[in-house]
C-alpha cells in the first residue's frame, strides 16, 4: 500500500463550485504540505500542518483552506473553483526540518 | 533573483552519454540539498541528498559546492529510462517548512 494517498486522482469540476482533495498517510509523519504544480512555473506551496493544531498558510494560500483531521489526514478545499486553479495537486509529509518529503500520487483537477 | 535556479533544459542524450544538470541557490543559510526526479505526471520521488563532501549512487553523482552556492548532479552512461524531469531542492534551516523546489530540467535518453 502507497504510504501517501491522495483521492480524487482527477477531478472536472465546473467554475464556483466547492471541492475537497484529500489526503491520508501512513508513514506517522506531522508535517504534511499541499503544492499546486503548473507548466513552467514548478510546485508552489500552498499551505502546510506541523500538527493537528497547527495550519500555514504558504505562498499561494489565497482561495484555499485546509483541514487537519487527524496526523493522518490533511484535506484541501476550494471554496469556489476558478479556471486558474486548474493545475495538479500534491499532498507530502516531511519527517522532520532538513529532511526530504514524500508525495502523493496527485490530483489532477480540471476547472471549467 | 529566483531562489533556486536550474538549467532550462531540455536535455536530449544518447544511450550512455554523460550528462550534468546545474543548480544554484540564493539563500547563503541553506543546510540541505537534494535531487528529485518526476515521471511525467507522477509525483516528485527522492533521487539523493547532497552532501557537502559529495556522494554518489550508483551512476549518480551529486555535488555541492556552498562558497558558489552550486549543486550538480552527473548521470553516467544514461539509459532510457532516465527519462525524466530532475528537480533541484533546497531546505533553509529555520524556514519552518521550506523545501525550495526548482522548476526542474527535463531529459530524454534516446535509444
Known amino acids: 500500500d502507497a504510504d501517501v494517498t491522495q483521492t480524487p486522482r482527477n477531478r472536472i469540476t465546473k467554475t464556483g463550485k466547492r471541492i475537497m482533495l484529500e489526503c491520508s498517510q501512513t508513514?506517522?509523519?506531522?508535517?504534511m504540505y499541499w503544492y499546486r504544480q503548473d507548466p513552467g512555473l514548478g510546485l508552489r506551496l500552498i499551505y502546510y500542518s506541523f500538527d493537528v493544531k497547527d495550519i500555514n498558510k504558504g505562498e499561494i494560500s489565497d482561495g484555499y483552506s485546509v483541514s487537519r483531521q487527524a496526523q493522518a489526514k490533511f484535506s484541501l478545499s476550494l471554496e469556489s473553483a476558478i479556471p486558474n486553479q486548474t493545475a495538479l495537486y500534491f499532498c507530502?509529509?516531511?519527517?522532520?526540518?532538513?529532511?526530504?518529503?514524500?508525495f502523493g500520487p496527485g490530483t489532477r483537477l480540471l476547472v471549467l | 533573483r529566483k531562489e533556486v535556479e536550474q538549467d532550462p533544459g531540455p536535455f536530449n542524450v544518447p544511450e550512455g552519454a554523460t550528462v550534468a544538470f546545474n543548480c544554484t541557490y540564493s539563500n547563503s543559510a541553506s543546510q540541505s540539498f537534494f535531487w528529485y526526479r518526476q515521471d511525467c505526471r507522477k509525483e516528485p520521488k527522492l533521487l539523493m541528498s547532497v552532501y557537502s563532501s559529495g556522494n554518489e549512487d550508483g551512476r549518480f553523482t551529486a555535488q555541492l559546492n556552498r562558497a558558489s552556492q552550486y549543486i550538480s548532479l552527473l548521470i553516467r552512461d544514461s539509459k532510457l529510462s532516465d527519462s525524466a524531469t530532475y528537480l533541484c531542492v533546497v531546505n533553509d534551516v529555520g524556514s519552518n517548512y521550506k523545501l525550495t523546489f526548482g522548476k526542474g530540467t527535463l531529459l530524454t535518453v534516446n535509444p
Open positions: 507530502a509529509t516531511m519527517v522532520k526540518e532538513g529532511e526530504t518529503q514524500y
Open positions: 508513514k506517522g509523519h506531522d508535517r
